[in-house]
């Protein structure tokens, strides 16, 4: 019994003897994991618990731990190629918006030079509508004039024959600035001395 207490108390000795606060990486403990820890099991059981582990990669599908240590070269690698993914996503979405954009941009430009096409044709038109209306009333000017230079004329030429004296109605119709006397000369009705 004696050599069994003997043996424990040296073990004891030789571990306080490796524990220094001096030194204390002459006595390393081990590193804790709860995972690995059977008084914590009963907690690690729990549905939500498991699926939080196995979201944040600590365990696996079958509830198996994975010691990131060992797998520490995988995950480097699947964070390289998250990393690369996530940039191609940004370039591909950039080139996406680019694209977009010149689209846009064109689409926006034809519809702008067709509105300037139809200003203008409209701008056409409208010149040509109103060299038409003014080519018409120079026309109609003219040909007025002209009527009423033929209507006087003749009307001159009749009074005279019908009168038989030349000046006294004649003269009227000239003299008088009315507006009656202009109405019925352009419309054709000779006038005679007894009507005015």
Known sequence: MASIRNKKSEKLKVREDGWNLQNPGAYKLKEYNALFDPNMRHFFENSKIQNHLYNSG???RHGRCIDLDKNKDKIAILEREFHAAEQAEEKRMK????MRYRVQRKRFSDLERTRKEEILEKLKMDRAISKEI???MTATNAGNLQMTGNLQSQSKG????RMGTPGASLSRIENSGSRESGILQNSGFFVTEGTM
Do not use: F, H, P, T
């Not at 080139?95 to 680019?98: A, D, I, K, N």
């Not at 009749?158 to 024959?161: A, E």
């Open 134 to 136: 003014i080519a018409i």
């Open 58 to 60: 600590q365990i696996d």
């Open 95 to 98: 080139e996406e918006l680019e």
């Open 158 to 161: 009749s009074k005279n024959r």
